[in-house]
């Protein structure tokens, strides 16, 4: 498993993070690139920029795509997660 993940601060405050293979994954199965075999996309994704990565995630992709592998790193408070990820300013952390 990669160490990478997204963090996303929501306007309520609360931080999520999920893993960019999340979005890799997302980007190699439904980018059109120039590799037909899925896994060899999604490989190719993960060694998009952060910059690539991060404009996929919030050009191409729901709140509810990844909030089934967001973690919450701080409490939420009531908001509409759909509206907030739109509005959300994502950024990519090592821990390695």
């Known amino acids: 498993m990669d160490s990478k993940y997204m963090q996303v601060r929501m306007p309520d405050g609360s931080l999520w993070q999920f893993p960019i293979e ?22 190719l994704a993960m060694k998009e920029s952060d910059d690539v990565l991060i404009n996929w995630a919030i050009n191409e992709m729901h709140w509810s795509d990844l909030a089934p592998h967001a973690e919450q790193i701080e409490p ?18 090592d821990y390695n």
């Open 22 to 43: 999340v979005v890799a994954t997302h980007k190699g199965e439904n980018d059109d690139c120039e590799v037909d075999y899925v896994p060899d996309a999604v490989e």
């Open 76 to 93: 939420p408070t009531t908001t509409d997660y759909e509206r907030a990820w739109m509005n959300s300013e994502p950024k990519i952390v």
